[in-house]
């Protein structure tokens, strides 16, 4: 075990030592990013949280800590820096929600579940693995769209093959409405972000689904992804 003294500034040592009692001490950050702990409130101008001692401060091994990262864990107290050592930097980094307990998440793809990482400032408060969604297989995709349902196509849609042989991914969504027209349908779906160079993060998106043309018997749906078109699937209309 180090030192405490070895571990923490000398400035949040005498603030943690005031704060005894409550457990709770101010971080200020003046305009040229200088960190300070104190008790009373910041001064005008700086930046300041408060944060719970018990959490932000509290002297641990760091010997432990990388023992883990080096076995590529991550373990609640943990700062980001050894989190980037035991897993890299992370394909999706987003802003915490209040009820997420955290003002950050950071989320690790692997096989079959995600290892996620919630941190207050710059320390893991806790980290969580959750299943990972697997998306369905193109032909199973495609043969659900030629099974689902066909709602009527208004006769003035005057869609044609031609304008849904130009759809082609990376297009942008509003043209290729415009192109289209109003859908049949459409629903929110689970798509990976790697269909458009992205991170293979499975995320929301929404597919948008059109009955046979005047001149064909394909029906078929394109999935918006960004702004983008990011998937397109044909079916022979039954």
């Known amino acids: 075990m180090l030192p405490r003294s070895l571990l923490l500034p000398a400035s949040l040592l005498l603030a943690l030592a005031w704060s005894e009692a409550r457990g709770q ?9 200088h960190v300070t702990y104190q008790q009373a409130p910041c001064a005008a101008g700086q930046q300041g949280r408060t ?5 932000d401060a509290a002297p641990v091994d760091a010997t432990s800590w ?3 990262a080096d076995a590529g864990r991550v373990v609640p107290g943990m700062p980001k820096r050894w989190v980037l050592r035991a897993r890299g930097t992370p394909p999706d980094i987003r802003v915490a929600s209040p009820a997420e307990k ?4 950071w989320r690790y793809p692997q096989t079959t579940t995600v290892l996620t990482v919630g941190f207050t400032g710059d320390v893991a408060a806790w980290v969580r693995e ?5 998306a369905a297989p193109a032909a199973t995709r495609a043969a659900a769209l030629a099974a689902a349902p066909a709602p009527p196509v208004a006769a003035s849609s005057g869609r044609s093959a031609d304008s849904q042989n130009s759809i082609t991914r990376g297009r942008t969504c509003d043209s290729a409405l415009a192109t289209m027209g109003p859908p049949n349908r459409k629903e ?11 991170p293979d993060i499975l995320t929301t998106a929404t597919k948008y689904f059109y009955d046979a043309a005047v001149d064909t018997n394909e029906r078929m749906a394109f999935t918006c992804l960004g702004g983008k078109v990011a998937d397109i699937e044909r079916a022979g209309a039954r």
């Open 25 to 33: 001490i101010v971080k200020c950050t003046d305009t040229s990013g």
């Open 51 to 55: 944060i719970d001692s018990k959490v």
């Open 66 to 68: 990388e023992v883990a």
């Open 102 to 105: 955290a003002t950050e998440i």
């Open 130 to 134: 959750e299943p990972r969604l697997a």
């Open 188 to 198: 929110s779906v689970q798509i990976s972000a790697a269909t458009l160079g992205g």
